[in-house]
């Protein structure tokens, strides 16, 4: 599968590299720092692109950047007609403090506005990056901890759960866009129980629903 990353940062930088290591074609693009990109390139075996180039060809686009980048970003991309973009992007400030969007709408919602054309689906923003390389490592053994997914385009949501179990969790299906007004709240959480509490960032977590 041919993936474009757009964002340099760690999520970007790691997923882009496992994915690589998957057998995807990956393209890394948007970065402050063009050599960046081309040390990411270098070590992942992948390639890199400017954004229209990256995201023209693709099967699927990360959207990886700081919600202050959003507009810039997708400013380069096109209309994304037609296009699987899984985002995860939490839209914080500048200080990455406090979220700036919602209770009556989401940054998944409103990606969707900027974006209409595309097939969003939302993922990858609830599980710290330092959690990606040790789930990858174990990605043979079960249960797998989950990775909660949300979007309105069942085929784009599928394609994406074929992703996120490459990389060694379980998709957990929440719903529509909509959900976004919830689940990036609870991405807060997830940040506050890796960075703020003890026993190191990896975190991960399952969901069961127990039988009677």
């Known amino acids: 599968m041919n993936i474009a990353i757009l964002g340099s940062g760690l999520i970007g930088a ?8 998957c057998g995807h074609s990956v393209t890394f693009a948007y970065s402050r720092s063009p050599q960046k990109l081309e040390r990411l390139a270098a070590q992942a ?9 990256a995201v023209s060809g693709a099967d699927a686009v ?3 950047v700081h919600w202050s980048r959003v507009n810039d970003v997708l400013g380069q991309t096109g209309d994304l007609a037609g296009t699987v973009v899984l985002n995860c992007c939490v839209p914080l400030n500048d200080s990455d403090s406090q979220l700036v969007v919602g209770m009556t709408t989401s940054g998944a919602e409103e990606l969707a506005r900027k974006r209409p054309k595309a097939r969003w689906v939302s993922c990858f923003n609830t ?3 330092e959690s990606f390389a040790k789930v990858f490592a174990r990605r043979t053994e079960t249960p797998r901890s ?10 784009a949501k599928e394609l994406a759960g074929g992703l996120i179990r490459d990389i060694g969790f379980e998709p957990l299906e929440a719903g529509g866009l ?3 007004r919830f689940v990036e709240p609870f991405a807060m959480v997830t940040a506050e129980l ?3 509490q003890p026993g190191g960032a990896a ?6 629903k127990l039988q009677d």
């Not at 790691?14 to 290591?21: N, P, R």
């Not at 075996?45 to 180039?53: G, L, S």
């Not at 975190?203 to 069961?208: G, H, I, Q």
């Open 203 to 208: 975190l991960v977590y399952r969901f069961e």
């Open 62 to 64: 990360l959207l990886a």
């Open 146 to 155: 989950n990775l909660l997914v949300y979007g309105d385009d069942s085929g």
């Open 194 to 196: 890796a960075y703020g």
């Open 14 to 21: 790691k997923l882009g590299s496992l994915w690589a290591q």
């Open 127 to 129: 599980a710290p990056s």
């Open 45 to 53: 075996n992948a390639a890199t692109a400017t954004v229209a180039d």
């Open 178 to 180: 909509r959900t976004g």
